[in-house]
């Protein structure tokens, strides 16, 4: 049975996601997969939630969902307020105009600068900040015309969250940021996305199966075979140079 966290619904008001009974399935040869098994959660405005579990557990899963990147199999999920309509259109100008993604490979197209691959995104945007702004907040204002051939990892990735928050979205959603990446890099990428939380109050959950990662976060959701097993609240959000791992 999922965790209900009444708590945080309480203190925090009306939810900016709110899934309930979101359930996820699907088939591979004869065997059927219940990725998720009826999950139920809140997130909430200018929040920093990091969702924790192993690999298997779901939680690529239910990002996919929240992100509006698949289609629960049940369930429901309302943003601010509006349940979400699972159409093509729909779901497309959710993503677009509410949602910005991380995900564990950087997933830049190589032929174009760090500066053209966020103008990727703001040129299809309502109200994007300049390309050179959301580079600046991720420190790299310098290596606006580098190629992704000419950073390093840790620098892609930076760009990779550069071009997600150019488009101001309301919700942050990152796969495993810092996965692919060692761990004076990953504290790095850490450190940008808690400093754009902080400035611009997105509301930012992290899928990782790296635990240390939660000491970030104002709340922890441990995922365990498809459901939210565990809700914890952190008294005081540890900064990422103080993770070890």
């Known amino acids: 049975m999922a965790v209900q966290d009444v708590s945080a619904a309480d203190a925090r008001g009306a939810a900016v996601l709110a899934a309930r009974g979101l359930t996820r399935s699907y088939r591979m040869g004869e065997v059927e997969v219940h990725a998720l098994r009826g999950v139920d959660l809140d997130l909430f405005d ?3 939630v990091v969702i924790l579990g192993p690999s298997g557990s779901g939680k690529s899963t239910l990002l996919n969902l929240l992100g509006g990147l698949d289609i629960p199999s049940a369930g429901t ?12 259109a729909a ?18 197209i190589p032929s174009l600068t760090a500066r053209e691959n966020v103008l990727l995104v703001t040129e299809i945007s309502k109200s994007p900040m ?18 992704p051939s000419q950073m390093s990892g840790g620098e892609q990735q930076r760009v ?17 940021p810092t ?17 754009i939380h902080r400035e611009l109050r997105t509301t930012t959950a992290i899928i990782t199966h790296n635990s240390a990662i939660a000491a970030m976060a104002d709340r922890v959701l441990t995922i365990g075979d498809g ?15 103080e993770l070890a791992w």
């Open 46 to 48: 200018g929040e920093f």
């Open 77 to 88: 999920l309302a943003y601010r307020g509006k349940t979400m309509d699972w159409s093509d």
């Open 91 to 108: 779901l497309t100008a959710y993503r677009r105009d509410q949602v910005g993604f991380v995900f564990q490979f950087y997933n830049l």
């Open 130 to 147: 300049p390309a050179e702004l959301a580079l600046e907040l991720v420190g790299l204002g310098d290596r606006l015309d580098h190629f």
């Open 160 to 176: 990779a969250i550069a071009r997600a928050i150019a488009k101001r979205p309301d919700l942050l959603l990152c796969d495993e």
């Open 179 to 195: 996965g692919a990446l060692d761990i004076k890099t990953g504290r790095v990428v850490l450190e940008v996305l808690d400093r």
């Open 227 to 241: 459901l939210v097993v565990h809700v914890d609240h952190n008294a005081r959000r540890v900064g990422a140079a």
